[in-house]
């Protein structure tokens, strides 16, 4: 079974901290997303990590990607209330470019 | 309008109606996907359709019944459903084989 595990799935921070969250995944896959969902929005995409050492950064979020281990991670810097979200990662599985699996989300919750 | 729309963004229906679920993409894109959330559980793949042609039938029950009429539209026709069946449809598109799906904001649906 394909599995992709997020974790923590709660996270709540204080403004001004570095945090991050970890995505394990059980298949060979290396192509590995991460998205970002506001309450009662659609899911945004944040990040494609298409190989092994793969980092990306956009402002203070940063993404990288093993796949050695099977592990992403999603970093923080300098946390701000904005960044409150839910944030899920999904990686290709079935061996098929289009059919993603996801795992359950991390909801993060920045405090002032 | 642009991206990825749904309609309605919620809907309540009893056990025994017949109801429909619209998406629209104005992306250009060749591939579309029907994904159901629910709370504490993973996104679930539903359907994916690629130029029209059903190619991803994620063992859902027939009381879902998908309709993809052109690489623009896709419907999600419901009847007979039952209580658990509530939960958030969100409907994505992207080019099939590409790298990044992009979401709608969903149908909040309400099994009573």
């Known amino acids: 079974e394909l599995k992709v595990e997020q974790n923590p799935l709660f996270l709540s921070m204080q403004e001004g901290k570095n945090y991050t969250i970890y995505c394990n995944y059980s298949t060979t896959s290396d192509r590995l997303y991460w998205y970002r969902q506001d309450p009662g929005k659609s899911l945004e995409s944040l990040f494609v990590l298409l190989s092994n050492g793969a980092v990306k950064q956009e402002g203070r979020l940063m993404a990288s990607l093993d796949t050695k281990a099977r592990l992403s991670t999603l970093h923080i810097t300098a946390a701000v209330h904005d960044l409150s979200a839910t944030y899920f990662c999904a990686e290709n599985s079935g061996g098929s470019n289009y059919k993603l699996t996801f795992g359950k989300g991390t909801l993060l919750t920045v405090n002032p | 309008e642009t991206g990825v729309t749904q309609t309605p963004r919620h809907l309540v229906m009893g056990m025994t109606n017949k109801k429909s679920l619209k998406c629209e993409q104005h992306?250009?894109?060749?591939?579309m996907y029907w994904y159901k959330q629910s709370a504490k559980k993973p996104l679930e793949l539903m359907f994916v359709y690629n130029f029209k042609e059903q190619t991803e039938n994620n063992s859902v029950p027939s009381r879902f019944s998908p309709e993809c009429p052109n690489s623009s539209h896709l419907f999600l026709h419901l009847h007979t459903l039952q209580p658990e069946d509530s939960a958030l449809y969100l409907c994505a598109s992207s080019q099939f084989g590409g790298n990044i799906q992009y979401f709608g904001a969903g149908t909040r649906l309400s099994v009573l």
């Open positions: 992306l250009g894109h060749n591939a």
